[in-house]
């Protein structure tokens, strides 16, 4: 007996059924979603936030939560502005990634820059330039801010971009994300992430994943020292078509906005700065790899290019060799070679600018093409000397003549799009004085580079040791500038009348406030300070500075007061721990200390500046144990942290332990064998131990290492003579006179002569 006929289904009833299984997740998002926003759980993920007053809106610094962890602690620059712009006003907007931010100092950088220049060509136009550049983002992360920027009327988009497309987020070399999706499942992803509910789901994730996973410390450059990526990676091709994509639709939103676009393709140093990975092909024959290896060893490169087109540094190595022979030209194409062929790619490459300018021809009305990588000596079609220290501090980040020369070519693609009468550009002294640049803030660049650049992958750069003696010869040149009897006062001047010139430049305010607490006025520097809250939404370097001056001038309480609530404001800001344990050592609270430390340590396991000012709280409380655990915790992320292996390895050989402490050192050496103070420790243990051939080992690793003398390579010659490497004891004392003619040191002359006369002609 057969049943009853089924009810056919109507289209309406298909429709009812899709409205129902669809609707009810929706309900449930929403709900939901409003739920933890009521709650006030999570944060925006807009670039721009509404201020406190109607119509200001600030910078977010939570933007970059949705690409990295909150941890890594980078954030847009602090600034506000109006949604409704004023009559007259002729708006500019800056956008890219840390080259276009100004690292490592935005107020010297290129957007201050550009703006010094137009005020100063069109002295009767108000012109406001703002910086939206952002360290270690890439197009997938401009684009959300140009969405919503062109909402702010600007009347033009300078962009430069495009150094990040791999190591960036959703680029093959990211610590952040994985793989390289496609632009759809990037734009799902990154609404999820948006999503207060994303972010609950996230934050779950995490408290589920190992401890401490997620609570890591932003390490720059180090961090991806292991994610190369070879130029033959398939990955490469998806890149390149998202970065295309990325960049069109950037240009439509700002055309169609109204605004236009100064688009520029991006300068790297390539004379300067050697691959930082150099990888052969895969599954090259050991035969291959071995001739490869004599080859190179001979010094033969174009030989071992033959045999491996693909090497990164034996194209670098073949570019200095041509060049020191007088053949600029081929040695320009090795150069750019070695730039293609690095497997850590943190340069723009030639395919990301030819991008650029085919982004750049198909909007020619609105978008006006400046081509600073031809300009400034990074293509294979420059007709200057390719890109180098002149203007870049080491790979990609601008020193002062590298800021002002693209800044100049910038303003000059602004000028094209401008209306009116233009006067003559700033020379470089006049941009220096508009916008407050002297022997001080230079000083400050440098030694920021010092830091940044003793490092991996720097450490790894066959141009390392080369570049350290340089910046160390810089920073004593700009330290001494500093300290000339009068110097910092009229620095100060020359900062206070770029102020009063500027009244609302933030910048400015600080600067002058830094300056003025080096020159022990106080009170002037906190008065300075507290004009910033009328200016800048409050940060926790306008704390860290506040509370460093209240302490200066004995009021400790209320340093206090303002350094933990900045760090509950924003417990990333890591700088703020370092004056709570300096604050506290000053009283003698090593307890308050300790305990504070150790709670936040426990909830902030993998911050190394964190285990810092614990271990430091620790041992000046006399607890030398506990300090040595939180430096063996450190060194377990960092070997090479010198912050905690010089006090360990010290503590260390005080107690007795000096074959442990060796082990640690060793350890550091296998991490980063171009560590200057580790080498001279190790040298000095070995030679002491009578161990020749470990202290020509070490000896040869300090050389390596940069800064060095003369006399080093005369000591490390003769150990090299002793033990019968006549050879290359040749090549060390003739290092050693090269040095020493360029340091003017007559005594190492005058000990090389004698080693000449006492070794024969071996070491002539």
Same mark, same amino acid.
């Given at each position: 007996?057969?049943?009853? #006929? ?128 952002? #360290? ?234 400046? /081509? ?197 404001? /924003? ?194």
């Amino acid at each position: 007996m057969s049943g009853p #006929t089924p009810k056919r289904v109507t289209w309406r009833g298909w429709l009812a059924r899709f409205a129902l299984a669809m609707g009810v997740p929706l309900l449930l998002f929403s709900g939901t979603e409003v739920a933890l926003r009521l709650a006030g759980f999570g944060h925006p993920a807009d670039f721009f936030i509404s201020d406190d007053a109607p119509g200001i809106f600030r910078t977010n610094p939570w933007f970059t939560n949705q690409f990295f962890p909150a941890s890594f602690g980078l954030k847009p620059l602090n600034f506000r502005l109006a949604k409704e712009k004023p009559p007259g006003e002729y708006r500019v907007f800056v956008i890219g990634e840390s080259a276009a931010m100004g690292v490592p100092e935005p107020g010297f950088g290129l957007a201050p820059q550009l703006r010094a220049q137009l005020r100063a060509a069109y002295p009767g136009r108000a012109i406001t330039v703002y910086n939206l550049g952002v #360290t270690a983002i890439n197009s997938h992360a401009i684009l959300p801010i140009v969405r919503q920027a062109v909402e702010f009327r600007p009347d033009l988009f300078v962009v430069y971009m495009g150094n990040n497309e791999v190591v960036g987020p959703f680029g093959p070399s990211s610590v952040a994300t994985t793989g390289v999706p496609s632009r759809a499942m990037i734009g799902a992803n990154l609404f999820v992430r948006r999503t207060r509910l994303g972010q609950l789901v996230q934050r779950a994730m995490q408290a589920l994943g190992p401890k401490g996973a997620a609570l890591t410390e932003w390490r720059g450059m180090e961090m991806f020292a292991r994610n190369a990526v070879a130029a033959g990676d398939l990955r490469l091709q998806a890149v390149y078509v998202n970065f295309a994509a990325n960049l069109d639709e950037i240009i439509a939103l700002a055309t169609h906005s109204g605004a236009k676009v100064v688009l520029s393709t991006v300068a790297v140093n390539v004379r300067d700065s050697a691959p930082f990975v150099s990888v052969h092909p895969a599954g090259m024959a050991a035969v291959q790899l071995g001739a490869w290896q004599q080859a190179v060893e001979r010094g033969v490169f174009a030989e071992a290019l033959v045999i491996d087109p693909q090497h990164a540094e034996s194209h670098f190595q073949l570019a200095q060799f041509l060049e020191a022979k007088g053949e600029a030209e081929p040695a320009r194409i090795h150069y750019l070679a070695a730039l293609q062929w690095d497997a850590l790619r943190f340069r723009a490459d030639a395919r990301i600018n030819d991008i650029i300018r085919a982004a750049a021809r198909s909007e020619p009305e609105r978008v006006t093409l400046v /081509d600073a990588a031809k300009e400034m000596g990074a293509t294979a079609d420059s007709t200057v000397s390719p890109a180098d220290g002149r203007y870049f501090l080491e790979h990609v980040h601008l020193t002062w003549a590298g800021n002002f020369e693209l800044s100049r070519l910038l303003a000059d693609g602004a000028a094209r799009s401008m209306q009116g009468d233009r006067q003559s550009w700033l020379s470089p002294a006049a941009c220096a004085e508009a916008i407050g640049y002297t022997e001080f803030g230079h000083a400050g660049v440098v030694m920021s580079m010092d830091r940044l650049t003793s490092r991996p992958p720097f450490t790894g750069q066959l141009t390392f040791a080369v570049a350290r003696a340089h910046l160390q010869e810089e920073i004593g040149a700009a330290n001494g500038a500093v300290v000339a009897p009068g110097a910092l006062s009229a620095m100060a001047a020359t900062v206070a009348t770029a102020r009063r010139n500027d009244p609302e430049n933030a910048f400015l305010i600080f600067h002058e406030a830094t300056l003025r607490a080096q020159l022990g006025e106080f009170a002037a520097a906190l008065d300075l300070n507290s004009h910033l809250a009328a200016i800048e939404p409050a940060s926790p370097e306008h704390q860290a500075q506040r509370a460093f001056l209240l302490q200066q001038l004995g009021r400790t309480n209320e340093a206090e007061v303002i350094l933990l609530q900045s760090a509950k404001d /924003d417990p990333y800001y890591f700088q703020t721990y370092a004056l709570l344990g300096w604050l506290w050592a000053a009283k003698g609270q090593w307890s308050r200390a300790t305990e504070y430390f150790a709670g936040l340590t426990a909830h902030l396991p993998g911050n190394l500046a964190l285990r810092h000012a614990y271990a430091q709280a620790l041992a000046g409380g006399g607890d030398w144990s506990g300090a040595e655990v939180q430096w063996r915790a450190i060194l377990k992320t960092a070997p090479d942290d010198e912050e905690a292996l010089k006090p360990l390895c010290v503590r260390m050989f005080k107690d007795g332990r000096t074959e442990a402490a060796i082990e640690l050192m060793l350890a550091a050496h296998t991490y980063n064998p171009r560590s200057y103070a580790n080498n001279a420790r190790l040298e000095q243990i070995y030679e002491n131990k009578g161990d020749i051939v470990r202290t020509i080992q070490f000896m040869r690793d300090l050389a390596a290492s940069g800064p060095v003398n003369a006399m080093l390579h005369v000591n490390l010659a003769k150990l090299l003579h002793q033990t019968g490497r006549t050879q290359e004891s040749a090549v060390e004392l003739r290092q050693a006179e090269a040095r020493a003619r360029l340091e003017g040191n007559a005594a190492a002359l005058e000990a090389i002569r004698q080693m000449m006369q006492e070794t024969g002609p071996t070491n002539r």
